[in-house]
T-cell receptor, first 114, second 111 residues
Framework: KAGVTQTPRYLIKTRGQQVTLSCSPI?????VSWYQQTPGQGLQFLFE???????NKGNFPGRFSGRQFSNSRSEMNVSTLELGDSALYLC?????????????FGEGSRLTVL | KNQVEQSPQSLIILEGKNCTLQ??????????LRWYKQDTGRGPVSLTI?????NTKSNGRYTATLDADTKQSSLHITASQLSDSASYIC??????????FGTGTRLKVLA
């Protein structure tokens, strides 16, 4: 069974540009969540989607957005990139959206902003 | 303020030894507490998920404890192996939708 797939794995952008990251969940999983990981802040919750609806959003500016498609695949977008957006962006999928739902993480997309 | 604090920040032990990692949280409402292992350059992998009513949960050589009264959790690793070298992250699920992460403990196991 294939795991969570994130693309691209690595990318380099310059300040002011925008970026779109993609996440394909494990087959049958309907819940997808996104996280930002930096050396200074650790892992931080960005947002969570279930059945194409955003269920919750972390404390990030509006430049960070996402969406989920009918096949449960999800994308996140960061506009007007800043140097501080350099991070590892992780996606996780879950079979159902319950409190104890097991999270399965992808390998992440490492974004470098120059 | 919802917060999860882990200690120590880093730890070095010899192969075969045991170790215990700590997690203190001030999160409300509390739903459950999770421990994840993250190898360098990889995504986190779940070790345990503990709800309010669970005191101890094991996964092989990993044993997690939870004291909901003092809001403390620990992760005990028995007979450490070189492959245990990783970051261990404590995560508290708050209510239905939010996750609050600790900054992790970086464990290095030496031969």
């Amino acid at each position: 069974k294939a795991g969570v797939t994130q693309t691209p794995r690595y990318l380099i952008k310059t300040r002011g540009q925008q970026v779109t990251l993609s996440c394909s969940p494990i087959s049958g999983h309907r819940s997808v969540s996104w996280y930002q990981q930096t050396p200074g802040q650790g892992l931080q919750f960005l947002f969570e989607y279930f059945s194409e609806t955003q269920r919750n959003k972390g404390n990030f500016p509006g430049r960070f957005s996402g969406r989920q498609f009918s096949n449960s695949r999800s994308e996140m977008n960061v506009s007007t990139l800043e140097l501080g957006d350099s991070a590892l962006y992780l996606c996780a999928s879950s079979l159902v959206q319950t409190d104890t739902g097991e999270l399965f993480f992808g390998e992440g997309s490492r974004l470098t902003v120059l | 303020k919802n917060q999860v604090e882990q200690s120590p920040q880093s730890l070095i032990i010899l192969e075969g030894k045991n170790c215990t990692l700590q997690c203190n949280y001030t999160v409300s409402p509390f739903s459950n507490l999770r421990w994840y292992k993250q190898d360098t350059g990889r995504g986190p992998v779940s070790l345990t998920i503990m709800t309010f009513s669970e005191n101890t949960k094991s996964n092989g050589r990993y044993t997690a404890t939870l004291d909901a009264d003092t809001k403390q959790s620990s992760l005990h690793i028995t007979a450490s192996q070189l492959s245990d070298s990783a970051s261990y992250i404590c995560v508290v699920r708050s209510g239905t939708y939010k996750y609050i992460f600790g900054t992790g403990t970086r464990l290095k196991v030496l031969a």
